[in-house]
């Protein structure tokens, strides 16, 4: 299901790319603030649900997002380029996301139907 979100991702990192040639380039902030709002909420949508994995999608678009905006080639080592940034990786991402959905089940109050297939599931 994960991998289904990636060509929905890829067009709004497109999407992105071409605003930022057409201004003829954004500072990193404003890249940055238009990666995480238009792409990351798509690539990593109901990622605290699906489970804890490593999405070869996310990965793929998030590299792509990184070497767009540096402009370098598919030589170039992603260790390097990925630490040049120094954006959260998306595994990291999933992970915050699935603690943040158990503490927020863990409030939720106990008549809520969520609340209780998550205990029954207990």
Sequence with gaps: MSNCFTA?????LSSVICKMIK???FPFSIFEMLYNSCVTTISDYSHEVIGFHQYSGSNNIHTKAIRSYIGVGHSAPLCAIRSE???MEPRSRTQIKIIRFYFRMLQMSNNRL???I???DQ
């Design 85 to 87: 940034m120094g954006w």
């Design 114 to 116: 969520t609340k209780q």
């Design 118 to 120: 998550f205990l029954y």
């Design 8 to 12: 929905p991702a890829s067009r709004a």
């Design 23 to 25: 201004n003829k380039g």
